[in-house]
């Protein structure tokens, strides 16, 4: 909060362009010495430097608020004079007339109805009266000053709805889920590929298990060949086989718990355990066609779902239009008119 003779030198020192200047493009202290420097030459009473120093810090503090405020006024005049599509004579107009207009504000003495630096109508029309080059009729004028008044009076009252402000938090609340939504949908997909992967290490090893003295180490070899998501797990496994070959299969089952990955891991168990790989196998050309059936019919209800999702988006704008264009005004001016009638029959009564 300033005090009254802090404000003194903040309207004295507002109107000096050179502290001004200095405000706006010398450091802050080079600034701070400069005010103070002004303040002890303006001051009727003597003042000591450190003093001056201290007032001169709340003092600049406080007009390079001023000179921002000014700034941005000045910036809402430019934009409403564009905006208002005038006749500008030359290049420099905009700037030249938001100055004056701004300096008239700011000059005028303040009365009951207006404060001082509020822009008037008849502000806007003297500036542009002032600054055309080519002489305006007094139509002219008022029409120029309207529409630039109209259009400072529309940024000046422009505010958040509360529409807009709904609109704000539901897209806050949706970013704010959003990872969680991707990482869900990631997950899904992630699980397609897993059992799109198993599948495939099926068809490998039905192609294997009926050759001849193959070992479950080169059936291993050849899953990691054609694996990716579980390309890791099967060469850490192959990588740890020659040390103990059912201790790297327990690692392998418990690096990649994919239960039907899981089920291929506990057959080449038995496949280790002396057990022919066509017996230890023997069920998983059935089970891989269960697989295939079941992803058949997944598929078939994606399918499904998805034609639903696009019959809805294909009808939603023509029952919009249906809706919107002729039910809801029929409905408004039957209410309307019943309204009406209603009304005329009560004073009828």
Known sequence: MLSAFDRYFVKNLAENNAILNSVRHDSK????????????????????DERATYLAKRVEKKLKIKDVQAVSAKASIQKAILDSHIEMPRKDFVATLADKIYDKAWSREAGRDVQKGVVTVDDIKE???????????????????????????????EYFKWVEVLIAIFIAYAMYYMPIVILKFQRKMRAMEMEDEVMQFQTIILMLMYIERISVEYIIEWLARYANIFKD?????LNNYESGAIEALEELKEDAPYKP???IVESLESAVENVALTDAFDELETERNFFQEVRKETNERLINKKAKIGRVIGFAPMVTLFVGYLILP????????????FSQMGSML
């Open 29 to 48: 202290e080079e600034a701070i010495a400069n005010i103070a420097n002004e303040m002890i030459r303006i001051n009727n009473e003597p003042l000591s």
């Open 127 to 157: 500036a542009i009266v002032e600054i055309y080059s080519v002489p305006l009729t007094l139509e002219q004028a008022n029409t120029n000053a309207e529409r630039i008044y109209n259009k400072l009076q529309l940024y000046g009252n």
């Open 233 to 237: 797990p099967l060469l850490k496994c």
């Open 261 to 263: 990955f899981v089920r």
């Open 330 to 341: 029929l409905i408004w001016s039957s209410v309307i008119d019943m309204s009406s009638y």
